[in-house]
C-alpha cells in the first residue's frame, strides 16, 4: 500500500478505524513517521479520541506521529488515565510532547500518585518540580555500517578511550559518535562521545566520568548477571584491529526497510541514535545527581562484534558523565 500523499493517510486512517485487528497497518505508519509525519497532523485527534487501543505503532514512531497534538488531546488523554490507565495512554501522553502534555505527565499522573518508571522507560524524567522532560532527542537517525569514514569511528583502541585503560574495565570500543551530529542531544564536553563494553554477553551498565579530552575515568560496572567462566570467550575477540570501520548517520527516509517497528531490516542499518531508548529495560540514571541520562544512540552488538544483544549511550551533560548499557534482544 503506497503512501505518496495525504490522501493515501485519509485511507489508511480509515482502514484503522473500520478494522477490528489493525496489526498490518502498523509497518505503513512507521514508514509514515519516518517519512512525512506531517501529513498525520489532520488525523492525530481522531486517532487519540477513538483508535489508539488498536494504533500499533512503538513510541519512537508514536513521538513523530503525535508531536504537538492540540491540547484537548492532552485534556482527553488524562481523563481516560485517570478513569483506567492503559500504557497506550501514557505512551500517547509522552509522545504528544507539548508543554501541556510534558507539564500533565508530571502534574496530573505521576505526582497524582503513577508510577514514574512508566514515563522513565520511555526515557521521559519527572523531575520533583514542573514538567516532565524529555531525555532523548525526537529527531533520530539511522546508523549504518561502513567500512572507512573519520567522524564515527569503530574499533578505537581502549588507550584512546580510557585515562587508565591498564585498570579500565573497558574491553571493547564499539563506536564514536560526533555528537554535534545527533540534532538535538546537548552539547558535550568532547567532539565524541564513545560507546564501549566489558567483557560480559549482556546485561551491564559501564559508567564513567569523562575528562575533558572526552576520555573515561572512574569506571564502574553494575551487573545484573555476574559474568560466569563462558563470558571469557569473548577475550579472543579482543584482537587490535577486528572490526573496525566507521559508522554514517543519515535521517530516516523512504529507502528504510520499514518492518515489525524498526529499520533494523534495512541493509548495513546496525541501530538508531536520537530518539527514545528502547524501553524495554529501565534506563539508566546519573550516579552524581540522580537525573534520567539522556539517550544518545542504541546499536546492536553486531556494529563490532562482541557480546549479543543491544548497546545503548546514555549521558548526563551536566555531570559528564556516561553510561554504556548492554541488554538482551528484548
Ligand atoms: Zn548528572
Known amino acids: ?12 486512517v480509515e482502514l484503522l478505524e473500520r478494522s477490528a485487528d489493525a496489526r498490518g497497518l502498523g509497518d505503513h505508519f512507521a514508514f509514515l513517521a519516518g517519512t512525512r509525519p506531517e501529513w498525520f497532523r489532520p488525523h492525530q ?14 513510541f519512537g514512531d508514536l513521538c513523530s506521529l503525535l508531536a ?13 488515565l485517570r478513569e483506567r490507565r492503559s500504557f497506550r495512554d501514557v505512551w500517547a501522553l509522552a509522545a504528544i510532547g507539548t508543554g501541556a502534555a510534558l507539564a500533565a505527565v508530571a502534574r496530573h499522573d505521576v505526582r497524582r500518585g503513577a508510577d514514574r518508571r512508566e514515563y522513565e522507560d520511555l526515557g521521559v524524567w519527572v523531575p520533583a518540580d514542573g514538567p516532565a522532560r524529555y531525555r532523548f532527542s525526537p529527531q533520530r537517525r539511522v546508523v549504518l555500517l561502513r567500512d572507512e569514514g573519520v567522524d564515527h569511528p569503530v574499533g578505537l583502541s581502549i588507550e584512546e578511550i580510557a585515562c587508565d585503560p591498564v585498570m579500565s574495565p573497558i574491553s571493547w570500543h564499539y563506536m564514536s559518535l560526533r555528537v554535534a551530529e545527533v540534532p538535538g542531544v546537548p552539547a558535550w564536553t568532547a567532539e565524541r562521545v564513545h560507546l564501549v563494553g566489558t567483557r560480559a554477553s549482556c546485561m551491564w551498565t559501564l559508567y564513567a566520568n569523562v575528562d575533558d579530552r572526552g576520555c573515561y575515568r572512574d569506571e564502574v560496572v553494575v551487573f545484573d548477571e555476574p559474568p560466569g567462566p563462558e563470558d571469557e570467550i569473548y577475550r579472543a575477540f579482543e584482537q587490535p584491529g577486528r572490526g573496525v570501520g566507521a559508522v554514517e548517520l543519515k535521517p530516516y527516509d523512504a529507502d528504510l526497510v520499514y518492518s515489525n517497528g524498526h529499520v533494523q531490516g534495512t541493509p548495513g542499518v546496525v541501530g538508531v541514535a536520537g530518539g527514545p531508548p528502547l524501553g524495554v529495560y529501565a534506563n539508566p540514571s546519573c550516579r552524581s545527581c540522580g537525573r534520567l541520562m539522556f539517550h544518545v544512540t542504541t546499536v546492536e552488538n553486531h556494529v563490532r562484534e562482541y557480546g549479543d544483544g543491544w548497546r545503548s549511550l546514555f549521558i548526563c ?14
Open 1 to 12: 500500500m503506497p503512501i505518496e500523499s495525504p490522501d493515501d493517510v485519509a485511507v489508511l
Open 45 to 58: 485527534e481522531s486517532v487519540i479520541a477513538s483508535m489508539l487501543d488498536r494504533f500499533e505503532v512503538g
Open 68 to 80: 504537538g497534538a492540540p491540547d484537548r488531546c492532552v485534556d482527553l488523554v488524562v481523563r481516560r
Open 317 to 330: 551533560e551536566d555531570c559528564r558523565t556516561v553510561a554504556c548499557n548492554a541488554t538482551g534482544w528484548n
